[in-house]
């Protein structure tokens, strides 16, 4: 349905940042609404942000309210997220999923659960050290 490759992790210190990107292949006149999760090492897929196919509603974890930014770009099939003022606790596998959802009633919908999405990209690993 929905193809999503991650890119833009790395590895920076405390206190920097970085942009993560999504590409999403996907057929013309679909719509789809976009999460960012992350696996940290040991650790249980966690919520990170959510955007809605208009871009009009999103919704962060807690964790990184403040810090992160998600926005998309549906003229070239783009979500993005800006991170700022990245701690150590950040250090996680990245990853951006999608739904399709039907823009005539549902272009505000933003989902936070994992259960939520049927299309998931590979990861992108994001590194901070102290």
């Known amino acids: 349905q929905v193809r999503m490759v991650e890119s833009g992790g790395g590895l920076v210190q405390a206190g920097g940042s970085l942009k993560l990107s999504c590409a999403a292949s996907?057929?013309?006149?679909?719509?789809?609404?976009v999460g960012w999760f992350r696996r940290a090492p040991g650790q249980g897929q966690e919520f990170v942000a959510t955007i809605s196919w208009n871009g009009e509603v999103t919704r962060y974890a807690e964790s990184v309210k403040g810090r992160f930014t998600i926005s998309r770009d549906n003229i070239v099939n783009m979500v993005y997220l800006q991170m700022e003022g990245l701690k150590p606790e950040d250090t996680a596998t990245y990853y951006c999923a999608a739904v399709l959802v039907d823009p005539r009633g549902a272009s505000t919908y933003a989902y936070s659960r994992t259960i939520d999405y049927n299309n998931w990209g590979q990861g992108t690993q994001v590194t901070v050290t102290s």
């Open positions: 996907i057929r013309t006149g679909s719509a789809y609404a």
